[in-house]
């Protein structure tokens, strides 16, 4: 059953985590921040799956390394990279099952340090090439910081424009809730031609 599933776009992004992956899949944490979605997205596709996590940030790398070590996480299959997203495409020569995406700045650190939007446009395009059929990348926007709504409508703007016959996507916002709250977009590669 699932419960606070409509409190907040994260936990709604982690529940189509859960829909989608399983023991053996690959994924991306295109946002690595302090490393709790790198650490979800590993429990989720176990043992024999894989997490490539991206960050520009060396305090991103060495928070989630420690939290990784903290949690006993065999690091064998959990790849962390020091490099935006929008060189995913340089690490990352095989079909993933799920790339996540947490646009805005890391919790903690410089503000004015943030994702922009043609380097997570880029990112977006370089995911859906290696996004498997069924497979789906997920963005929660955080846009409520300098900068932050630009990028929310250059992004929108892209995602907009995708073709229907190639993808679904759906974008959902809590219009009831204060101090822009984040907005989640799903984009799934649809599985079927035509």
Do not use: W
Not at 107 to 134: Q, R
């Amino acid at each position: 059953m699932l419960k606070n599933f409509f409190t907040n776009s994260t936990n709604l992004a982690k529940e189509i985590c859960k829909l989608k992956l399983e023991n053996g899949d690959r994924a991306i944490d295109a946002t690595m921040g302090n490393g709790n979605d790198t650490i979800f997205l590993r429990e989720l596709v176990g043992e024999d799956g894989s997490v490539y996590s991206f960050d520009i940030q060396k305090m991103a790398i060495e928070n989630t390394r420690k939290k990784l070590n903290d949690i006993n996480i065999d690091m064998r299959n959990v790849e962390l990279i020091l490099d935006g997203h929008q060189n995913i495409d340089k690490y990352v020569k095989e079909k993933v099952k799920l790339v996540m995406f947490n646009l805005g700045y890391l919790p903690g650190a410089d503000h004015k340090l943030t994702t922009k939007a043609d380097t997570t446009i880029e990112g977006i395009e370089k995911s859906l090439n290696i996004l498997e059929k069924n497979g789906v990348v997920i963005l929660v926007i955080y846009y409520g910081h300098e900068g932050g709504e630009e990028e929310r409508e250059e992004v929108l703007d892209f995602i907009s424009s995708l073709n229907q016959k190639e993808y679904n996507v759906a974008k959902l916002s809590f219009i009831n809730q204060v101090n822009s709250p984040p907005e989640l977009i799903c984009i799934e590669k649809r599985g079927v031609e035509g």
